[in-house]
């Protein structure tokens, strides 16, 4: 049964490889959705899938790639849409 769970990441996310990396590790982890930076300087993300390979995504979001400074992380489940592979907004 498929999970899906909207993220907003906050602090100093943009401009480190952010969106690049979580499409990466939701590739190995079967994880479909997206990733964009937002104009408030936050980035924003849907994931969908496995309740554990979600929830191993939005747990990478509170600490983000090297050199990312995390401060707070919203996430609120929604309901699957059947998404099928993981892209860059």
Do not use: K
Request: proline share 3%.
């Amino acid at each position: 049964m498929a999970v899906r769970r909207r993220v907003v990441v906050h602090g100093r996310v943009q401009g480190v490889f952010f969106r690049d990396s979580t499409r990466r590790l939701a590739e190995q982890h079967g994880v479909a959705g997206w990733v964009r930076n937002t104009r408030e300087g936050t980035v924003e993300a849907v994931f969908e899938g496995a309740p554990e390979a979600v929830e191993l995504l939005v747990t990478y979001c509170s600490r983000g790639p090297r050199g990312a400074e995390v401060v707070q992380v919203d996430a609120h489940d929604e309901e699957p849409e059947g998404l099928s592979g993981f892209s860059i907004r």
